[in-house]
């Protein structure tokens, strides 16, 4: 069979016209992605009331030892230990017996030197004693005085009393038992517990920077009837009685560099015992127009300066450095890097990059807590 070859031409344009039906039939090149979606969190200046909580413990109002003042045996224990006593109660009850038996002998010389002092006197008027026998015998009289009375002082002080009203601790000594007047040791003690003292300690450098925030205006003194002292127990439930601060130390304690602050709180119920371990709530006073940010915004980069994603008018992204002074409660108190008005990223942070059109979405639902008011870490 004879071979026909095919002529160039005719194949060039076949090879074309595929070239061409095969660039038609390509498929379109894909749409843009839409912007991402990102939370964002407006800011709004607001008068910001800021607290601090210090560690305390708590200390009685008042602490009677309870001592003789006499020396004898004990007869009687006239009170159950751990019950409440009022002032002026017997506690104890020391032998009297020796003591009667003094008053009884100072009195009968009280009554002979009374006599005899009566009777120089009507023989003072005759001239038949002298001035001087006289005032001898008077002061014989006012000497048994003295001693009628000092020995009715130590039988009264068989009865040991309890000095103050409160709680009586237990005892140190029970019946029969050698006490003397002056010893060391207590028979027992007396506590008043409403109300109750707060010892707080607060560090030097955080009174400096209080005080330095109040000279330079950026603090404002909280009124003076609103300057109570919250409670916050061991467990974390807060006492439901306010109280006051009563007393702050004149220096700083060289060993811990912090000054002693004294609250006093009422405790009706005996709740607080002495030497609890709490936390106080102070209020420091009032920053206005103060600006909170949540933390969930705050990044930090690898040296640790906080910075922040900020919206842009064209909804792009910036990340701007910050200064933050505070966390109150789940927030950061920005002290610089933003103004109100503008709108953070607290959602999405890790969908973004700086220079990107996002879409922001308003957070209704983000809600800040600022009610603890705890000072955090200093920021950059």
Known sequence: MPFHRRPVAGTMLICSLALALTACSEPPPPPEPPPTEVGVYTLVGQDLALTTELPGRTSAYRIAEVRPQVSGIVQRRLFTEGAWVEQGQQLYQIDPAPYRAALMRAE??????ESQAKRFQRLAGTGAISEQQE???MAAWKQAQAEVEVARIDMEYTRVV????GRVGRSSVSEGALVANGQADELATVTQLDPIFVDISQPVTDMLRLRRALAEGDLQTVAEGEADVELILEDGTVYPLAGTLKFAEVSVDQSTGTVALRAQFPNPDKLLLPGMFVRA????GVRENALLVPQQAVVRD?????SAWVLAADNSVHLRELQTLRTVGNAWLIG????PGEQVVVEGLQRIRSGIVVKPVATDDLQLAVEAGAPGAEGG
């Open 108 to 113: 009968a010389n009280l009554a002979r030197a």
């Open 135 to 137: 005032d001898d015998a």
């Open 162 to 165: 309890a000095p103050i009203s």
């Open 281 to 284: 709530r102070l209020q420091e």
């Open 302 to 306: 690898s040296r640790g300066a906080p």
């Open 336 to 339: 610089g890097g933003l103004a």
